[in-house]
């Protein structure tokens, strides 16, 4: 996070289980209460963990409150057919092509 802030990037984080621990560890980020929260003006979503609370996310709602419809999934909890789907830019990390 300190390399894209260190770039001029604004971060907010949001982490249903470990919000605690992340603030201790990273003070310098700004934290949301819910993932909706987290993507009001964002020009890049990115997920980081598996937790369900990402398993099930409203596109629509997402892509309403983003400046820009990215979405970076690190965890492959997407298909890029489903994102794409629902007007983002997909990528994931780590997929092997068929």
């Known amino acids: 996070m300190a390399g894209l802030q260190d770039a001029g990037a604004r971060v907010r984080a ?3 289980e470990g919000m605690d621990q992340a603030r201790a560890l990273m003070p310098g980020l700004a934290y ?3 993932p909706y929260a987290c993507a009001e003006g964002a020009d890049a979503l990115v997920i980081v963990t598996e937790w ?3 398993r099930a996310l409203d ?4 892509r309403e409150r983003m400046a820009q419809p ?3 999934d690190l965890r492959n909890v997407y298909s890029a ?6 007007g983002f830019s997909y990528t994931g990390v780590g997929k092997k092509s068929a």
């Open 14 to 16: 949001y982490d249903p």
């Open 70 to 72: 990215v979405l970076v």
């Open 59 to 62: 596109f629509a709602r997402l």
């Open 81 to 86: 057919e489903d994102a794409e789907k629902h």
């Open 32 to 34: 949301a209460e819910d």
């Open 52 to 54: 369900d609370a990402f």
